[in-house]
């Protein structure tokens, strides 16, 4: 079993950047495929982006795509979402969460979340 906590959430401008960190104990994203998703108030919960960890495949909901980047740190068993360009829609709790097949978008294809971090992007 792994467990996951988010972290880098928080208030910022529209146009700015946040990066987000999901960090993983209990045993490492080896095998993984490790995806962002978030939930905006009043909203379903949305695939953001998702990293294939031993291939270090990517992949992108269009909405966010060429201002999101999502990328792993072996070392810190850390997966990061860098968000630049940031726009007030996309304010949401942000969770991280774990599959084990790639090409999953639904939240309920994954198995284990964290606990989310809150983006608030001000227009």
């Known amino acids: 079993q792994v467990q996951l906590v988010e972290s880098g959430g928080g208030l910022v401008q529209a146009g700015g950047s946040l990066t987000l960190s999901c960090a993983a104990s209990?045993?490492?994203?080896?095998?993984?495929?490790v995806g962002w998703f978030r939930q905006a108030p009043g909203k379903e919960r949305e695939f953001v982006a998702a990293?294939?960890?031993?291939?270090?495949?990517?992949s992108y909901a269009d909405s966010v795509k060429g201002r999101f980047t999502i990328s792993r740190d072996g070392a810190k068993n850390t997966v990061y979402l860098q968000m630049n360009s940031l726009k007030y829609e996309d304010t949401a709790v942000y969770y991280c969460?774990?599959?084990?097949?790639?090409?999953?978008?639904?939240?309920?294809?994954?198995?284990?979340w964290g606990q989310g971090t809150q983006v608030t992007v001000s227009s």
């Open positions: 969460a774990v599959a084990v097949t790639w090409g999953r978008l639904k939240p309920g294809e994954y198995a284990y």
């Open positions: 990293i294939w960890w031993n291939l270090g495949m990517t």
């Open positions: 209990g045993r490492t994203f080896s095998d993984y495929i």
